[in-house]
């Protein structure tokens, strides 16, 4: 397995980023965070490369100037 290829839960993403639940539904609604994908009938979790990537973009868009999204 690649590293940090893996599903991660709700839980994690929050811990990852500090957003909170409704901010990360809402991110996600708005099409500015990754979606997450669907592993079981009842189960949902996103991949943990995505997350680390949105989170770089928010980096990156700061330190050049831009507003990152940010929320919790």
Same mark, same amino acid.
Request: glycine share 10%; with cysteine; hydrophobic share 40%.
């Given at each position: !397995?690649? !590293? &940090?290829?893996?599903?991660? @839960? /709700?839980? *994690?993403?929050?811990?990852? +980023?500090? /957003?909170? #639940?409704?901010?990360?539904?809402?991110?996600?609604? $708005? &099409? +500015?965070?990754? @979606?997450?994908?669907?592993? &079981? *009938? #009842? =189960?949902? =979790?996103?991949? *943990?490369? *995505?997350?680390?990537?949105? !989170?770089? $973009?928010?980096? =990156? =868009?700061?330190? /050049?100037?831009? +507003?990152? /999204?940010?929320?919790?």
């Amino acid at each position: !397995m690649i !590293m &940090g290829n893996r599903f991660i @839960k /709700l839980k *994690e993403v929050q811990q990852l +980023t500090g /957003l909170s #639940r409704s901010s990360i539904y809402q991110f996600i609604q $708005d &099409g +500015t965070f990754p @979606k997450q994908i669907r592993t &079981g *009938e #009842r =189960a949902v =979790a996103w991949i *943990e490369n *995505e997350i680390h990537r949105w !989170m770089n $973009d928010r980096i =990156a =868009a700061s330190n /050049l100037g831009g +507003t990152p /999204l940010c929320g919790s």
